[in-house]
């Protein structure tokens, strides 16, 4: 059975499974043929991949959806992330400066790597959405200032370089 909803600039159908289970699900590309002629409670045909749902046929039509990975890549990537934090800390900044607000500055590294993950996954999809650039980017500026400058310094450490 398959149920239609949507939401700004995206397009999301509700499927379940024969075993009784509803999944959500994101229609790829904008192409919306395979939306449009969709019917809530329609029965659809679902393609799978490794136990995860690529496409479905419903009423003739095909619609691509996108893989739902519940934060596993996110899961995957912040150790790697966090550890490049420490070894940058490491190198580059001298013990006195490393002690100071060290807390602080890893939580502005960690949430530099999450806030740059929602625009660059959409680059990789192809499908921006201006508001995701709005609400990130200021915000990576502001983790990128913390990193940067200690809070209690008026002086940037790379002022004298």
Same mark, same amino acid.
């Given at each position: 059975m398959l149920e239609k909803s949507s939401t700004v600039g995206m397009r999301n159908v509700t499927l379940r499974w024969a075993s009784g289970a509803e999944k959500k699900y994101t229609i790829e590309g904008i192409g919306g043929s395979c939306y449009e002629r969709a019917r809530n409670g329609s029965q659809a045909e679902m393609v799978t991949w490794r136990g995860k749902l690529m496409r479905f046929e419903v009423r003739g039509a095909t619609c691509q959806v996108t893989p739902q990975e519940?934060?596993?890549? #996110? =899961?995957?990537?912040?150790?790697?992330?966090? *550890?490049? &934090? =420490?070894?940058?800390?490491?190198?580059?900044?001298?013990?006195?400066? =490393?002690?100071?607000?060290?807390?602080?500055?890893? *939580?502005?590294? #960690? *949430? /530099? *790597?999450?806030?740059?993950?929602?625009?660059?996954i959409q680059l990789i999809t &192809?499908?921006?959405?201006?508001?995701?650039?709005?609400?990130?980017?200021? /915000? #990576?500026l502001m983790c990128s200032f913390a990193v940067l400058f200690p809070p209690d310094r008026r002086v940037p450490r790379y002022a004298g370089i």
């Amino acid at each position: 059975m398959l149920e239609k909803s949507s939401t700004v600039g995206m397009r999301n159908v509700t499927l379940r499974w024969a075993s009784g289970a509803e999944k959500k699900y994101t229609i790829e590309g904008i192409g919306g043929s395979c939306y449009e002629r969709a019917r809530n409670g329609s029965q659809a045909e679902m393609v799978t991949w490794r136990g995860k749902l690529m496409r479905f046929e419903v009423r003739g039509a095909t619609c691509q959806v996108t893989p739902q990975e519940d934060g596993a890549l #996110m =899961l995957t990537v912040a150790p790697g992330w966090a *550890g490049a &934090g =420490l070894v940058l800390a490491c190198l580059l900044l001298p013990a006195p400066l =490393l002690a100071k607000s060290p807390g602080l500055r890893f *939580g502005a590294w #960690m *949430g /530099l *790597g999450g806030l740059a993950y929602f625009p660059v996954i959409q680059l990789i999809t &192809g499908e921006t959405q201006w508001w995701v650039w709005a609400l990130c980017v200021p /915000l #990576m500026l502001m983790c990128s200032f913390a990193v940067l400058f200690p809070p209690d310094r008026r002086v940037p450490r790379y002022a004298g370089i």
